[in-house]
């Protein structure tokens, strides 16, 4: 007899965010499970961030539910911020201080008891890259070293799902690698569940195992990436061509002057 699977890390339903009389997540309805990282992908626009503030709790949701780890987002919001992380897209790590003085103002924080404190802060450190620059200032680190960090700061507490939203924006190949390589420890480490948001075809494609893309708010296509790929029918179609199928026009001319300015923002930032 096979045995139950594991319930899901994260379940919504029919979740919905308005604002005024725009409709900026439209009945949203997916899972993560245990141990999967999975890709939220569309255009500036689509909804991505409004939904990650959802469920992180920094937003509440107009119409619908969402549960994290078994715990209500709306009904039980601390229960559920003890069980994640969050990366947000703009930078969230103080430059004054060192990296090491960041992690222990997030150990604070996060009420890891004091006689824990040093040896989480030297662990997330080092699984990160990042013990033997733990004293410098932050403002001297690279754009993939801050990143780092704050991925640092989201694993104090040791959550079960991490958000990273656009955790790459801004930075060149050669730290996105860098960045990518640690999510991927992270999910074989700890069997940590991941909902990254992503411009970045190849590295949804390349590290998510199932993907849904976005398009108004609405969730337009679900499923694992070579699946995605295989429905157009088209001999040696990519995630691109899954994203421009479904988002349309909207790849080119979506994205407020906010949005896209906030993305610039972040770029200078990291370099």
């Known amino acids: 007899m096979n045995a139950a699977a594991p319930p899901p890390v994260l379940a919504t339903r029919d979740l919905t965010r308005r604002f005024g009389e725009l409709t900026a997540v439209d009945r949203l309805t997916f899972s993560v499970g245990s141990g999967e990282v999975f890709g939220l992908i569309g255009p500036n626009g689509a909804g991505k961030t409004t939904t990650i503030k959802m469920l992180t709790t920094l937003l509440p949701a107009s119409a619908g539910s969402a549960q994290v780890a078994g715990f209500d987002v709306a009904r039980e919001p601390a229960e559920v911020r003890r069980r994640i992380g969050y990366v947000p897209q703009l930078i969230s790590a103080d430059a004054q201080v060192s990296g090491y003085e960041n992690l222990w103002v997030f150990a604070r924080l996060y009420r890891i008891p004091r006689s824990e404190r040093e040896a989480r802060i030297r662990e997330a450190l080092d699984f990160m890259g990042l013990g033997a620059v733990a004293d410098q200032l932050v403002k001297n680190y690279s754009g993939g070293m801050i990143r780092r960090l704050e991925m640092a700061q989201a694993l104090m507490h040791r959550p079960r799902l991490l958000f990273l939203d656009e955790p790459t924006v801004g930075l060149d190949p050669v730290a996105r690698d860098a960045v990518w390589e640690q999510i991927e420890r992270l999910r074989e480490r ?82």
């Open 190 to 271: 700890y069997g940590m569940s991941v909902v990254v948001t992503t411009h970045y075809m190849e590295e949804a494609d390349r590290l998510c195992e199932r993907v849904g893309v976005l398009h108004r708010g609405s969730m337009v296509a679900l499923g694992r990436p070579s699946d995605l790929k295989a429905s157009l029918e088209r001999p040696n179609a990519t995630l691109d061509d899954v994203f421009a199928h479904y988002a349309g026009a909207e790849l080119d001319l979506s994205g407020s002057y906010r949005e896209v300015g906030r993305t610039r923002r972040v770029a200078v930032r990291l370099q």
